[in-house]
């Protein structure tokens, strides 16, 4: 293919009030409000919105938006398989696996020669429920940031799961309360104790089990589970109950007698943000990236220029300008836009 | 090192009392001298290590990582320790030989300060980063893992040892702290009952204080005003005074040895006795503000010039020893007998008696203690005259019972990154009141700051405020938009060169979260300056 000159990203791709927005194709990524045409990267609820027309995404997340949201939650929906390509306007769009939670991809944009990679969230290491992440070189690199410092390295996960396995059997008495996210974490735990050995029933907080469901008709072998029903807590000393983490510290986990309070999250890493929730046994697990994996990813992905959203923009893009690698926080790109 | 490790990590983890002091305990009892005794020095901040600042630790982490991304993960992080400890570069092997915490202590102390450096690189490589943080937080001091000094000699008396031992008191162990050095071996030995107690010098040591309780609202009714004594609660610190034998010391409310910075006092104890106090700076008999009392503290030496401007004086109310006589177990009215007589017959300079507030009822006091705005006065104290004098907070015997603080609406002005628990969170407010600028239009000028009076679940509401509504970032600090109002409760205000207003008040804290108040309607600083305590 002869080289065509290669056009400046921000002539078609800017931040606009509704989400990222790409005028090559007239989509938004991740829109926060209802547009025409939205490419969703994936299931979580801060970047999957229900109300817009045309949504492309992968039939994981179409799966999840669904279940989610119900059948109105977009009017029409594309569902594109990891590589398949889509035309919009004058921009191709393709997904690849981003590694994050099952059905999660990133948005590979080419228009007039130039190609643009929306990581979405994402990280680098294996994951039993969702397929791993794939690098993509590119011009340009949108790239999260959520645990953009280097005080952020995620020990492996075997390691982790360790911990919750010999807290067990120092606490044959306690019961062990994980608090996890409903979608992703929760199932991602639950394959990681299978995978150690685990086999006892995992008992689970009434909003983990249709997402727990829905990853089991998906394939994904996550072994005996059992709903927590509304009668007695006492019964679960010695097992493993997971719950969002919003409920370690209210009155459903009130019901428990002497529980050993548990959280599974990235920012575990920091003692005393463990420490302000509660958490007793904290789990170093996290579905995005950490700082090694970040930047890593920004030399695989080859991309002479970065832009960084939501997180620690201030470290990631130090970082990657002491690299060669010109490099923006997103939101001021934004801002810039408006003021011109 | 990795024992001590994990119990720092355990107490972080462990939210009750109960839990902690059983980590503790368990600790002591498995961990062999000196590495326990090394380990209960840096629990009650007594390890001293002159060599390994925090600028060093610094200097040697931005030595080895980009000090750009080093200053934003310790502002994330908010302590230093554990920003070092997880940023560290670390290739995920570990020494063949762990490092044991005594050899570290010992090395530190015989090391000269140029080879501390090269000494504290080479642990920290050895180390993974719990280890790490271990390390740090023993030669940095500050452990903020929840445990206080008392709760860690607490655990001392549950060592549990040869079961016909009768288990030590944490009353004696108090009583002889002030004549302990780590690695506290004798007392070790002694709590496990291989020992008798450790010889220390009785004649200077401090005796752990009674302390009062405040007075609950609607407990006054439950309580005969017959059976107590009212006195001023004086504004200044509580000091123990312990004379004897040729020795002289001034012991603050905690046993520290404060001596050093009140010479003036010391000449004056010319006498041999225990007796219990109040520190004031008094000039010409009036007590001066709590501020000036403030110079005079935290120093190792103290100049002349300091002495005369501010004059150091102690107020009595109470007697444990005259002479070798221990009046402890007396009532507290025979006590006061005692201290009216040793006063007449000594009479001591810097030193007065704090006078008995006569009343018959309640109500007496109570109109008493809403007019006590003189300097020097917080409030009232109530002590049961039958009581003796009690190491501890012993609840019913004696009460404190402040006046109500003042109370202003202030506008927020300034945001910090908070500390330990609360690190990553802006939770340190400095906050202002209008006043008309050169011009007469109306400007704020900080007059204090508070960082406490909310709960968890206000912190981050309040964090979540200040992130909106920032207007520009000083490292950890942010300035804000003013928007948010706080109702702040203060003691008293004095003047003050810190602040631009001129003012400082004493005790700050945020009694309420204004979020329904307009910016503008806050105080105004002329209604600050009429509360001022001249």
Redesign the interface.
């Given at each position: 293919m002869p080289r065509t000159e290669k056009t400046s990203p921000e002539t078609w791709l800017r931040v606009t009030p509704q989400g990222l927005y790409c005028a090559a194709g007239d989509f938004y990524i991740d829109p926060h409000r209802p547009v025409e045409r939205a490419v969703i990267t994936h299931g979580h609820a801060d970047h999957a919105r229900a109300g817009h027309d045309a949504v492309l995404t992968t039939p994981g997340t179409a799966v999840i938006m669904r279940s989610r949201f119900g059948a109105g939650a977009a009017k029409t929906y594309d569902e594109a398989a990891y590589g398949e390509t889509r035309s919009f306007g004058d921009a191709t769009v393709r997904l690849a696996p981003a590694g994050h939670i099952l059905g999660s991809a990133q948005v590979v944009i080419e228009h007039a020669g130039t190609r643009v990679v929306i990581s979405g969230d994402y990280k680098r290491r294996r994951d039993l429920t969702c397929d791993g992440f794939e690098p993509v070189p590119c011009d340009l690199f949108v790239t999260e940031a959520t645990f953009a410092?280097?005080?952020?390295?995620h020990p492996p996960d075997g390691a982790e799961i360790r911990k919750l396995l010999q807290s067990l059997a120092r606490n044959p008495d306690r019961v062990h309360l994980v608090g996890v996210y409903a979608l992703g974490k929760a199932q991602r735990v639950i394959a990681l104790l299978r995978e150690a050995g685990y086999d006892r029933p995992i008992h689970l907080h009434g909003a983990l089990t249709a997402l727990c469901d829905l990853y089991a008709a998906q394939g994904i072998a996550l072994g005996p589970l059992r709903p927590v029903g509304r009668e007695s807590k006492k019964g679960f000393a010695g097992e493993i109950v997971l719950c969002p983490p919003s409920s370690l510290r209210d009155r459903w986990s009130r019901g428990f007698p002497n529980p050993v309070t548990a959280m599974a999250s990235g920012w575990m890493?920091?003692?005393?943000?463990?420490?302000?929730r509660?958490?007793?046994?904290?789990l170093i697990l996290s579905d995005h990236a950490d700082w090694d994996e970040l930047t890593a990813t920004l030399h695989d992905v080859q991309a002479p220029r970065v832009w960084v959203t939501h997180g620690?923009e201030?470290?990631l893009v130090?970082?990657a300008r002491?690299h060669g690698i010109e490099a923006e926080a997103l939101s001021l790109v934004g801002r810039e836009e408006e003021g011109a | 090192m990795k024992a001590f490790a994990a119990l720092l990590?355990g107490l972080?983890?462990?939210?009750s009392r109960n839990g902690k002091l059983r980590l503790l305990a368990d600790y002591f009892r498995t961990t062999p001298d000196p590495d326990r005794g090394w380990a209960l020095a840096a629990l009650t901040d007594g390890l001293d290590q002159r060599h390994a600042k925090p600028a060093l630790v610094r200097g040697l982490v931005e030595a080895r990582?980009?000090p750009?991304?080093?200053r934003?993960?310790y502002d994330?992080?908010?302590?230093l320790a554990?920003?070092v400890s997880?940023?560290w570069p670390?290739d995920g092997t570990a020494a063949d030989t762990p490092l044991r915490l005594g050899d570290a202590v010992a090395a530190l102390q015989t090391a000269g300060r140029s080879e501390v450096p090269a000494l504290l690189e080479g642990w920290l490589d050895s180390l993974d980063a719990d280890g790490r943080?271990a390390l740090l937080k023993l030669i940095m001091g500050g452990l903020?893992v929840?445990v206080s000094a008392r709760l860690a000699k607490t655990a001392l008396t549950r060592l549990g040892g040869a079961p016909l031992v009768d288990s030590v008191s944490l009353a004696e162990i108090e009583e002889i702290w002030f004549g302990l050095e780590p690695p506290y071996v004798s007392l070790f030995a002694w709590l496990e009952g291989r020992a008798g107690p450790p010889p220390v010098d009785r004649r200077i040591a401090f005796r752990p204080l009674m302390l009062a309780n405040p007075l609950e609202d609607g407990a006054l009714e439950t309580l005969d005003p017959d059976e107590f004594r009212a006195e001023w609660k004086w504004d200044g610190i509580r000091v123990q005074l312990v004379a004897g034998g040729g020795e002289r010391r001034v012991y603050s409310r905690t046993g520290d040895d404060i001596s050093a910075a009140f010479p003036d006092i010391v000449a004056a104890m010319d006498f041999d006795a225990v007796v219990d106090g109040e520190l004031l700076v008094l000039r010409d008999g009036a007590v001066a503000p709590f501020n000036h009392l403030q110079q005079r503290l935290n120093r190792k030496r103290v100049t002349r010039q300091m002495l005369a401007d501010h004059p150091a004086h102690v107020r009595l109310y109470d007697m444990l020893f005259d002479g070798d006589e221990d009046l402890r177990a007396l009532p507290f009215d025979d006590r006061r007998v005692r201290l009216d007589d040793w006063m007449r017959r000594e009479s001591p300079g810097r030193m007065d008696l704090s006078p008995l507030v006569p009343f018959r009822a309640w109500d007496d006091l109570s109109a008493l203690r809403a007019d006590a705005r003189a300097n020097g006065i917080e409030g009232l104290m109530l002590k049961r005259g039958d009581s003796p004098y009690t190491a501890g907070r012993p609840k019913g015997p004696w009460f404190k019972w402040k006046r109500d603080p003042m109370l202003a609406d202030c506008v927020v002005m300034y945001a910090q990154r908070g500390h330990?628990?609360?690190?990553?969170?802006y939770s340190d407010f400095t906050f202002g009141c209008w006043r008309p600028d050169d011009d007469g239009k109306p400007e704020l000028v900080p007059v204090g700051k508070a960082y406490f009076g909310f709960t968890?679940a206000e912190l981050a509401e309040l964090d979540k405020w200040v992130r909106g509504h920032s207007t520009e970032r000083y490292g950890p600090v942010r300035a804000v938009e003013p928007g948010l109002v706080l109702e702040i409760a203060f003691d008293s205000v004095h003047r003050s060169a810190r602040h631009k207003s001129k003012l400082a008040m004493r005790f700050p804290r945020v009694h309420r979260i204004r979020w329904d108040k307009p910016h503008h309607e806050a105080d105004r600083l002329e209604t600050l300056e009429k509360l001022v305590a001249e």
């Amino acid at each position: 293919m002869p080289r065509t000159e290669k056009t400046s990203p921000e002539t078609w791709l800017r931040v606009t009030p509704q989400g990222l927005y790409c005028a090559a194709g007239d989509f938004y990524i991740d829109p926060h409000r209802p547009v025409e045409r939205a490419v969703i990267t994936h299931g979580h609820a801060d970047h999957a919105r229900a109300g817009h027309d045309a949504v492309l995404t992968t039939p994981g997340t179409a799966v999840i938006m669904r279940s989610r949201f119900g059948a109105g939650a977009a009017k029409t929906y594309d569902e594109a398989a990891y590589g398949e390509t889509r035309s919009f306007g004058d921009a191709t769009v393709r997904l690849a696996p981003a590694g994050h939670i099952l059905g999660s991809a990133q948005v590979v944009i080419e228009h007039a020669g130039t190609r643009v990679v929306i990581s979405g969230d994402y990280k680098r290491r294996r994951d039993l429920t969702c397929d791993g992440f794939e690098p993509v070189p590119c011009d340009l690199f949108v790239t999260e940031a959520t645990f953009a410092l280097p005080v952020f390295r995620h020990p492996p996960d075997g390691a982790e799961i360790r911990k919750l396995l010999q807290s067990l059997a120092r606490n044959p008495d306690r019961v062990h309360l994980v608090g996890v996210y409903a979608l992703g974490k929760a199932q991602r735990v639950i394959a990681l104790l299978r995978e150690a050995g685990y086999d006892r029933p995992i008992h689970l907080h009434g909003a983990l089990t249709a997402l727990c469901d829905l990853y089991a008709a998906q394939g994904i072998a996550l072994g005996p589970l059992r709903p927590v029903g509304r009668e007695s807590k006492k019964g679960f000393a010695g097992e493993i109950v997971l719950c969002p983490p919003s409920s370690l510290r209210d009155r459903w986990s009130r019901g428990f007698p002497n529980p050993v309070t548990a959280m599974a999250s990235g920012w575990m890493r920091v003692r005393q943000r463990a420490r302000l929730r509660g958490v007793e046994l904290p789990l170093i697990l996290s579905d995005h990236a950490d700082w090694d994996e970040l930047t890593a990813t920004l030399h695989d992905v080859q991309a002479p220029r970065v832009w960084v959203t939501h997180g620690r923009e201030d470290a990631l893009v130090h970082y990657a300008r002491s690299h060669g690698i010109e490099a923006e926080a997103l939101s001021l790109v934004g801002r810039e836009e408006e003021g011109a | 090192m990795k024992a001590f490790a994990a119990l720092l990590d355990g107490l972080v983890y462990t939210p009750s009392r109960n839990g902690k002091l059983r980590l503790l305990a368990d600790y002591f009892r498995t961990t062999p001298d000196p590495d326990r005794g090394w380990a209960l020095a840096a629990l009650t901040d007594g390890l001293d290590q002159r060599h390994a600042k925090p600028a060093l630790v610094r200097g040697l982490v931005e030595a080895r990582v980009d000090p750009v991304l080093f200053r934003l993960s310790y502002d994330y992080v908010g302590d230093l320790a554990e920003t070092v400890s997880l940023i560290w570069p670390d290739d995920g092997t570990a020494a063949d030989t762990p490092l044991r915490l005594g050899d570290a202590v010992a090395a530190l102390q015989t090391a000269g300060r140029s080879e501390v450096p090269a000494l504290l690189e080479g642990w920290l490589d050895s180390l993974d980063a719990d280890g790490r943080f271990a390390l740090l937080k023993l030669i940095m001091g500050g452990l903020r893992v929840g445990v206080s000094a008392r709760l860690a000699k607490t655990a001392l008396t549950r060592l549990g040892g040869a079961p016909l031992v009768d288990s030590v008191s944490l009353a004696e162990i108090e009583e002889i702290w002030f004549g302990l050095e780590p690695p506290y071996v004798s007392l070790f030995a002694w709590l496990e009952g291989r020992a008798g107690p450790p010889p220390v010098d009785r004649r200077i040591a401090f005796r752990p204080l009674m302390l009062a309780n405040p007075l609950e609202d609607g407990a006054l009714e439950t309580l005969d005003p017959d059976e107590f004594r009212a006195e001023w609660k004086w504004d200044g610190i509580r000091v123990q005074l312990v004379a004897g034998g040729g020795e002289r010391r001034v012991y603050s409310r905690t046993g520290d040895d404060i001596s050093a910075a009140f010479p003036d006092i010391v000449a004056a104890m010319d006498f041999d006795a225990v007796v219990d106090g109040e520190l004031l700076v008094l000039r010409d008999g009036a007590v001066a503000p709590f501020n000036h009392l403030q110079q005079r503290l935290n120093r190792k030496r103290v100049t002349r010039q300091m002495l005369a401007d501010h004059p150091a004086h102690v107020r009595l109310y109470d007697m444990l020893f005259d002479g070798d006589e221990d009046l402890r177990a007396l009532p507290f009215d025979d006590r006061r007998v005692r201290l009216d007589d040793w006063m007449r017959r000594e009479s001591p300079g810097r030193m007065d008696l704090s006078p008995l507030v006569p009343f018959r009822a309640w109500d007496d006091l109570s109109a008493l203690r809403a007019d006590a705005r003189a300097n020097g006065i917080e409030g009232l104290m109530l002590k049961r005259g039958d009581s003796p004098y009690t190491a501890g907070r012993p609840k019913g015997p004696w009460f404190k019972w402040k006046r109500d603080p003042m109370l202003a609406d202030c506008v927020v002005m300034y945001a910090q990154r908070g500390h330990g628990r609360r690190s990553s969170f802006y939770s340190d407010f400095t906050f202002g009141c209008w006043r008309p600028d050169d011009d007469g239009k109306p400007e704020l000028v900080p007059v204090g700051k508070a960082y406490f009076g909310f709960t968890d679940a206000e912190l981050a509401e309040l964090d979540k405020w200040v992130r909106g509504h920032s207007t520009e970032r000083y490292g950890p600090v942010r300035a804000v938009e003013p928007g948010l109002v706080l109702e702040i409760a203060f003691d008293s205000v004095h003047r003050s060169a810190r602040h631009k207003s001129k003012l400082a008040m004493r005790f700050p804290r945020v009694h309420r979260i204004r979020w329904d108040k307009p910016h503008h309607e806050a105080d105004r600083l002329e209604t600050l300056e009429k509360l001022v305590a001249e």
